[in-house]
């Protein structure tokens, strides 16, 4: 046998026996007879039997891979099923141990590990499925045998590994079949979370509301915006919004994850983390109590979710922490927060990225949402009427208009019919529906306010009518006398401060709306009807009763209504058909009574205010009422009385007001008869308001005004004008002199014009001229805005004119033909010396020679320091604005804006050392000042040795604009100065109608513009280049390659017939290479051969060359190679002109303003 053994390796080609047993074939060849049955009766000695049987298996074995190799990979591949379903169940069961915060067991993710490498990296396994499959697998090709005759090798090979991978598998499913936890127990310590932020209904689309939505998807599909904030008044269809944001960003899938929880305004803490960890499925808060602990473990659970949208609806705290006590986590990007909520200082105060404020609904919305609740009835001829009328007293807001449309649903005419009237005359205690659904959200917010005096306030609100606009001084004509209100408050600019803080308090929390198109006077605001009718509801349930009947067409005076309140402290009967009045109505507690514009009301009976003793606020203007009841003499308390635009004729008629002495507002304006202020009215000691506007018929005595030595506030707007100015001969005066209104040291509200023979003056001081909306300032920092005198004729220069021209921030010079210089104005000692003056306007002065005229000792130290706007226009023979040496350093030193204009016979704006010391100089305008020889005097020599020292020459460093307009200078600059610091922040310069300029820049000059972005020249008929070599004139530069106007954006060269080049030929010291360049505009330039571009290259940004000749564009490219041909060509735009004159620019008919 051995030696049977040794011939078959002998003659075959294997080296090695294993590779011999390999062959399955040779088996069949060298042992054909070689079988169990045939050795059975053979005796052959005990080793050589163990040889040949160990021989005979392993062929056996190897012939068995061979034929079962199919049956073995099919077994292989049920295994591997089995396998994966084992895994997915272990995957199942770790991922919901994760959403629970548990660690994971080291020996599941290791066999997870390996499952995943067998499985799916194992290059054989995977060979082998495809194998099952009917897929090539290239793994197995090669293993062939007999020169490649036979492919039992392969198939022994797939048998072989196929039972190998059987076995692994079989390891693998035995062990995750023992898995009885995935997971070990945890405990969790607490971390801090630092953040910064917080943090259905009708699903209708309202066209009204598309550009609010697209607004806030716009915000969450922003990577940079982590907080979205929707708010606005209760009912006004916040959470609806919220409802069409969260549908829209389901369908476009922004977010794997939303969860929405309800704050309210008495949150459970506990609630809203169950909320969220329930959404998530996050089940280890159960039966924690910990609010800390339970607010780390969700952070951390929240962390685990790549995007996420919190929507946090109808919140009301301004608690900062609120975050760290749910638990958002911090620095998640993809977590973002959205919420809801009636108070805008809600937002601020989470500093929440993106506010968005929600308005009422337009007409034809809230149409829809009303017709879909209270159905197509609406539409019949019997309803569509009455249902109009319902719709428009639900103002817009959805909560009314659902509330309102689904109680009337299916209803008959009479019941709408009644519904309005309910809601007309503001009453809607019959209708159950309003009273529970929409009265109590409105009162939330109004419970919310906690302030007394913000509920004070509001609650004053609802005595004006529907859709009046709402400003403080009406607030403060009620507001004045109570104490509530004014507690401690002494001045009338305190408490419109407080007032001011208030109404924006209640505009923030949505209970006020702004008024879009606010009053020239003063801010104003709204309040919605609805939120009107529950202020009135409130007011009518609480012990001192409101009594509101305005703008109802009402003829007669209200007998049951107001003596079923007893204790009625406000009655407001405005904008009604009143002509009688009772004899004496007993309202004892009564503190207001409204009757204005009750245009048929033509007496006030006698007795009507006997019992009126407590009243503080009559206002009776707008009536027909001629004459004052002697019972006005029982209104002891009143403070603020309101009589314009009444008929009283004589002075007689309002005599009895010196009797009211604690009068604080008084209103007399509107008169259209002529009259004289009684005398008994400066007897009024308290007086801090007197309103005289609009009565061009009225005098003032003398004598009256000084002794009302409390007044801050005087308004003559279009009245009196016939002041006395200064004293007469004999120390008489026929009419009230403009040194008593001087001599009233409160003073700091006056409208006043005074005209005489030879000039007049006008005062505009404090918020009876100003415009200011809710973001401006209150109370005196206010006044510095709106203040406003205007002098013009030839005036003596009283005391009294300069005092109260000193007063202004802005002082108005015009027409005043005498008047040499501003000199006679500023005077020095203790006199008037204009130190808060800041806006200063010289127009039409033809005799003025200088705006000042320095005399030693003449002008104070403090004169004209807080300047920061001069303009001069029409002066016409104004030659200097400043003549002689600089008397002080501070003179002019916070100018920000000069501008100059039609001053003919300017010679020079400013000299060297006026204009080194303009270090605040922002803008500088020059237009037709035909002899001004220069604009900058650079020359060194003007300078002394001192001065040189002391200033390097560095030239309006802040200057941002830089117009010149039809001037006849040779050069905008003469000299040299250091141009690291001067011009560094101009960004704009316009050169028009300049015909003696032959260039523009030296290179000195140019390469300090380097912030310049903006560069127009227009209508320079004489200018040939733009920079001029400093050789030419006389001047030295270093020779170093600059590269200058680095940031200009826009280039325009229009109508400029003989510019050849932007800079002379062989100037080696600049460069141009365009880097910001966007926009370049080259007209009616016909000497200018070639585009001012470099030939390397296109400026990078630039989008459009502009003209208005296709033939020069070619001839501009016949220049150039054909890349840059290529790249140019689309760049160019044509306009349509149309010439005006030879001496003006062509203008473009597509940069018209109409177009």
Not at 232 to 259: A, D, P, R, S, Y
Not at 770 to 784: K, N, V
Request: aromatic content about 6%; overall charge neutral.
């Amino acid at each position: 046998t051995q030696k049977l053994v040794n011939r078959l390796l002998v003659h075959s080609t294997f080296e090695k026996k294993e590779e011999f047993c390999k062959c399955t074939c040779c088996c069949y060849i060298y042992f054909p007879l070689y079988n169990h049955k045939n050795m059975e009766g053979v005796v052959i000695e005990p080793v050589v039997e163990v040889a040949v049987k160990s021989l005979y298996e392993t062929c056996v074995q190897q012939i068995s891979y061979c034929i079962n190799y199919k049956k073995n990979v099919q077994n292989l591949a049920l295994k591997v099923k089995d396998l994966n379903g084992t895994r997915a169940d272990v995957q199942n069961r770790v991922s919901k141990a994760k959403k629970n915060l548990d660690p994971i067991k080291r020996v599941v993710e290791t066999w997870l590990e390996r499952v995943e490498k067998e499985i799916e990296r194992d290059e054989v396994m995977v060979g082998l499925l495809k194998f099952v499959n009917g897929e090539d697998t290239e793994i197995f090709n090669h293993s062939q045998c007999c020169r490649g005759w036979c492919f039992c090798l392969t198939r022994r090979k797939i048998g072989r590994e196929a039972q190998k991978k059987i076995a692994i598998v079989d390891e693998l499913l035995s062990e995750g079949k023992d898995f009885v936890d995935v997971s070990d127990p945890y405990s969790f310590v607490a971390t801090e979370i630092i953040t910064n932020f917080i943090s259905t209904e009708d699903n209708m689309a309202f066209a009204s509301r598309e550009g609010t939505i697209s607004e806030i998807m716009s915000a969450l599909r922003d990577e940079k915006t982590y907080s979205v904030g929707i708010y606005g008044m209760g009912g006004i269809g916040k959470t609806m919004l919220k409802n069409q944001v969260h549908k829209k960003v389901i369908e476009e899938k922004l977010f794997n994850v939303i969860i929405t929880t309800t704050v309210s305004q008495n949150f459970d803490l506990k609630k809203i983390q169950d909320d969220i960890a329930q959404t998530l499925g996050f089940q280890k808060l159960n039966g924690m109590d910990d609010t800390t602990k339970r607010a780390a473990l969700l952070s951390r659970r929240l962390e685990e979710e790549e995007k996420i949208l919190l929507i946090f609806d109808d919140l009301w705290t301004m608690d900062l922490n609120l975050a760290v006590h749910v638990g958002v986590p911090s620095h998640h990007k993809g977590c973002k927060i959205l919420i809801t909520t009636r108070i805008h200082e809600v937002c601020s105060s989470l500093k929440i990225q993106k506010i968005v404020e929600v308005k009422i609904l337009s007409k034809e919305d809230s149409w829809n949402i009303f017709k879909k609740n209270a159905g197509d009835v609406v539409d019949s001829l019997a309803l569509q009427t009455v249902a109009r009328d319902v719709v428009k007293e639900c103002g817009g807001l959805p909560l009314a208009l659902v509330t309102i449309g689904s109680a009337l649903r299916d209803k008959d005419k009479l019941e709408w019919d009644y519904i309005a009237n309910q809601l007309r005359s503001s009453n809607f205690t019959d209708i159950e529906e309003m009273t529970s659904k929409v009265h109590i959200s409105i009162k939330l917010s109004y419970d919310y306010l906690g302030n007394d005096i913000l509920k004070r306030c509001f609650l004053l609100c609802c005595l004006f009518p529907e859709d009046h606009s709402i400003d403080v001084d009406d607030l403060l004509f009620y507001a004045i006398g109570d104490e509530m209100i004014r507690r401690d408050l002494e001045t009338l600019v305190e408490v419109r401060a407080r007032l001011h803080k208030a109404f924006a308090k209640l505009v923030r929390l949505g209970l006020l709306i702004r008024e879009e198109n606010n009053r020239v006077q003063t801010f104003s605001a709204k309040l919605h009807d609805i939120v009107r009718d529950v202020a009135i509801a409130i007011t009518s349930g609480e012990g001192n009763k409101f009594y509101v009947k305005a703008d109802l067409g009402l003829r007669n005076w209200p007998r049951t209504g107001i003596s079923l309140f007893g204790k009625c402290v406000r009655l407001s009967l405005i904008g009604n058909n009143i002509s009688e009045l009772p004899e004496q109505p007993e309202l004892p507690h009564l503190l207001s009574l409204s009757l204005q514009r009750n245009r048929y009301l033509e007496k006030l009976p006698n007795s009507f205010f006997k019992s009126m003793t407590a009243l503080l606020s009559l206002d009776i203007s707008g009536t027909r009422i001629c004459s004052m009841p002697s019972s006005v003499s029982c209104l002891v308390n009143l403070n603020s009385l309101n009589m314009s635009y009444c008929k009283f004729h004589s002075q007689q008629d309002m005599s009895v007001l010196g009797k009211l002495k604690k009068l604080e507002i008084l209103c007399i304006a509107g008169w259209e008869s002529s009259i004289s202020l009684p005398g008994e009215i400066g007897e009024l000691s308290h007086l801090k308001s007197l309103k005289l506007s609009e009565s061009p018929g009225l005098t003032i005595p003398p004598n009256i005004i000084s002794r009302l030595s409390c007044l801050e506030n005087l308004n003559m707007r279009n009245s009196f004008e016939g002041w006395e100015i200064g004293g007469t001969s004999d120390g008489s005066c026929s009419a009230a002199n403009l040194d008593e209104v001087v001599s009233l040291n409160s003073l700091n509200d006056v409208v006043l014009k005074a005209i005489w023979a030879s000039g007049c003056f006008s005062m505009y001081l404090g918020s009876s001229g100003a415009h200011r909306s809710f973001d401006s300032p209150p109370a005196s920092s206010l006044l510095s805005q709106s203040q406003c005198s205007t002098l013009s004729g030839s005036p003596p220069f009283y005391n009294s004119i300069k005092v109260l021209a000193a007063k202004s921030a802005k002082l108005e010079l015009t027409r005043c033909s005498d008047l040499k210089s501003v000199g006679p104005l500023v005077t020095s000692g203790d006199g008037p010396v204009f130190n808060n003056l800041k806006h200063l306007e010289v127009s039409n002065c033809h005799m003025m020679e200088y705006l000042l005229c320095v005399i030693e000792g003449e002008i104070p130290k403090t004169a004209f320091t807080a300047l920061e706007v001069l303009h001069l226009y029409s002066v016409y023979n104004l030659k200097e604005i400043f003549h002689g040496p600089m008397p002080v350093e501070s003179l002019f030193k916070n100018l920000k804006l000069l501008s100059v204009s039609r001053c003919f016979n300017l010679v020079r704006i400013f000299s060297l050392d006026v204009l080194l010391k303009l270090k605040n100089l922002e803008e500088l305008s020059v237009e037709d000042c035909w002899q001004l020889n220069e604009v900058f005097p650079l020359e060194e020599g003007r300078l002394s040795s001192n001065e040189k020292e002391e200033h390097a020459i560095i030239l309006l460093p802040r200057i941002r604009r830089l117009v010149l307009s039809q001037l006849r200078i040779t050069a905008i600059w003469k000299g040299t100065f250091s141009p690291i610091h001067s011009l560094r922040n101009m960004k704009v310069m316009e050169v028009k109608h300049c015909s003696k300029l032959t260039h523009l820049f030296t290179p000195s000059i140019v390469t300090a513009l380097q912030q310049l972005e903006k560069l127009v020249i227009r209508g320079c008929r004489g200018l040939v280049t733009i920079i001029v070599s400093e050789e030419d004139l006389q001047e030295t530069i270093a020779p170093t390659v600059v590269e200058v106007l680095p940031k200009l954006e826009e280039l325009y060269l229009i109508n400029l017939p003989n510019l050849s080049s932007l800079h002379q030929d062989g100037h080696t010291s600049i460069t141009f290479s365009w880097p910001s360049l966007v926009h370049l505009e080259v007209r009616r330039c016909k000497k200018l051969k070639k585009l001012p571009l470099t030939h390397q290259h296109i400026p990078p940004k630039l989008e459009v060359i502009q003209g208005n000749n296709e033939e020069v564009f070619e001839e501009w490219l016949s220049l150039e190679d054909e890349s840059m041909k290529a790249s140019l060509r689309p760049l160019f735009k044509l306009g349509t002109q149309k010439v005006l004159d030879d001496e003006e620019d062509c203008i473009a008919f597509f940069e018209r303003p109409s177009l």
